[in-house]
């Protein structure tokens, strides 16, 4: 078979038994293709390709000035790949299964203080033709942490009735209920009623209702995480906040850095988060321990003299 049937059977496997995410897929995708070019620029083929071949290709990575994460992300869709193909016999050996990749080492995630993100949310409220949307958008991104791809792809019906909990769907289909603070719930009615008024008069058009929260005309029919992306940059100049130390998942940062500090518990905040390994949300134990050195470092008298 052709590299091109060989990616597209493993993606499709990925995505109807283990439910794989869209985005996850996609990330899967480029980084099998990317392989499978520098294969072809050799005369070889995933069919035929070896270990050596495999990590002359990370080599080749590294050499381009990708970073550890990237390689490792790549060695990662080529071992999935292989042993997907080894199980299905396609091949009756595994060539990715004795190379070790770089260690990924953890970077700190940038979050924002408390004060930034009540000027954030100040910001969003200001008068503006979407002004009661965007707010919407952050005061839920912040009170639940939600991963921007559940929060933009929400459907209206899970928030219907003033809920004070709310069903999500993350990564790999897994539900995970998550509290609603009382200012997103009083920003989550506003919008509603708006967003209904809107859907009415699109109804009385001849348009299909949207299913989403958030609707939009483009393809996905909801607002997309690009969208939201520029949105927020543009919402942290208006609060006068870098913009570049601001995107969605900056607010998910915040979330479980502010619970954190608050005294939650790092097994409750896995499951707001939707983790599935709490070695990933213990990532936020350490954004703790430095804001914790900084705050020494500044507020105590004798660091300061010294």
């Not at 078979?1 to 897929?25: G, H, V």
Request: hydrophobic letters at 40%; glycine letters at 6%; one cysteine or more.
């Amino acid at each position: 078979m052709s590299d091109t049937r060989w990616i597209d059977a493993f993606l499709e496997a990925q995505a109807s038994e283990l439910s794989a995410a869209r985005n996850t897929l996609l990330a899967y995708g480029r980084d099998l293709k990317a392989f499978s070019h520098w294969l072809g620029q050799q005369q070889k083929t995933l069919a035929g390709a070896s270990q050596a071949d495999i990590e002359s290709f990370l080599v080749g990575c590294e050499a381009e000035g990708l970073s550890e994460a990237t390689r490792a992300r790549r060695l990662s869709a080529i071992r999935q790949l292989y042993r997907f193909t080894h199980e299905e016999d396609w091949r009756h050996d595994n060539p990715a299964l004795q190379i070790r990749g770089p260690t990924r080492r953890k970077s700190l995630p940038t979050t924002l203080t408390q004060e930034e993100v009540i000027r954030l949310l100040d910001a969003a409220a200001l008068p503006h033709r979407d002004a009661t949307r965007n707010s919407c958008l952050l005061q839920m991104l912040y009170a639940t942490g939600m991963r921007v791809s559940e929060l933009v792809g929400l459907p209206v019906a899970t928030v219907r009735g003033d809920p004070e909990m709310i069903l999500i769907r993350g990564k790999g289909g897994r539900e995970r209920m998550v509290p609603l603070s009382l200012p997103a719930r009083t920003t989550l009615l506003l919008w509603l009623a708006e967003r209904d008024a809107a859907e009415e008069k699109a109804r009385l058009a001849g348009r299909p209702p949207s299913r989403f929260l958030f609707p939009s005309r483009g393809r996905s029919g909801h607002l997309t995480r690009n969208r939201f992306y520029l949105l927020i940059k543009e919402m942290a100049a208006r609060a006068g906040i870098d913009p570049s130390k601001v995107s969605p998942h900056t607010l998910r940062h915040a979330f479980a850095t502010h619970m954190l500090a608050g005294g939650a518990d790092l097994r409750a905040i896995q499951t707001l988060l939707g983790h599935s390994d709490i070695s990933t949300t213990e990532i936020y134990t350490h954004v703790l321990d430095e804001h914790l050195r900084q705050l020494v470092l500044e507020r105590h008298p004798l660091a300061r003299d010294a």
